[in-house]
């Protein structure tokens, strides 16, 4: 919300110099993650860059915390999983994120008291763990539903470099969906309230019953059917 200036990371040039496992690129969201990816980088028997995307604003987020234990008995984790769940079954629609937008979708599902609903993060964008993701969506037995949600616009983020590769690890009877912050040319406006409209907007179609409710101009939603599953 602080205008284009301010959210100049650019994901997507990233990824898209992304080839033969040349880059690592990950959007971490706990200072555990942090610490054992940077510990990672230096135990590791080779030498390949690591671009670390996430924003400042983590240092200072009151969700963005990390036990004791998970520094000194944990390891980096390319995908995770959903802590909150007590029952698995009960889970109906997987919402996966990266980066800090998760702690946003966060608090707005335990607003809503949206239990079938469970949140994971893509902590390592690339190379793609397909098969920690693939592993975490078969462990909820009666999915039906997965969206990928990015704060970027459609035409930014993560999405276009990285939709094969999310095709392949979803199991083809699951609804595939996609929501974003519909194409512009600016990675983010500068007008806070509008910013805040945008979020609202991107939360209903990852949360609500999928449906984009444009107010504006500026706050319209772009959304995609990719993969009509079992239900279709």
């Not at 992304?18 to 030498?47: I, M």
Request: hydrophobic share 40%; aromatic share 6%; with cysteine.
């Amino acid at each position: 919300g602080q205008g284009p200036e301010h959210s100049s990371g650019r994901l997507e040039r990233f990824l898209e110099l992304c080839a033969d496992r040349n880059l690592q690129v990950c959007n971490l969201t706990t200072p555990a993650q942090l610490f054992h990816a940077l510990r990672r980088q230096l135990h590791r028997a080779f030498r390949k860059p690591l671009v670390i995307m996430s924003p400042k604003s983590l240092l200072r987020h009151k969700l963005a915390i990390s036990t004791v234990a998970e520094f000194t008995h944990g390891m980096f984790q390319s995908v995770l999983d959903d802590p909150r769940p007590t029952d698995r079954a009960t889970i109906t629609r997987v919402c996966v994120t990266a980066g800090k937008f998760h702690y946003a979708l966060r608090e707005a599902r335990e607003a809503r008291g949206r239990m079938d609903t469970a949140l994971v993060r893509l902590e390592q964008l690339y190379p793609f763990p397909a098969g920690e993701l693939a592993a975490v969506l078969a462990s909820y037995p009666n999915v039906r539903e997965v969206v990928w949600v990015q704060e970027e616009p459609a035409n930014m983020g993560a999405w276009r470099a990285l939709r094969h590769r999310f095709e392949a690890a979803v199991p083809a009877h699951l609804s595939l969906r996609f929501v974003a912050r519909r194409g512009a040319a600016s990675p983010a406006t500068g007008f806070y309230a509008t910013h805040q409209q945008q979020e609202a907007a991107l939360i209903e179609a990852a949360l609500g019953d999928g449906v984009a409710r444009p107010t504006g101009n500026n706050v319209g939603v772009a959304q995609a059917a990719i993969r009509e599953g079992a239900r279709s």
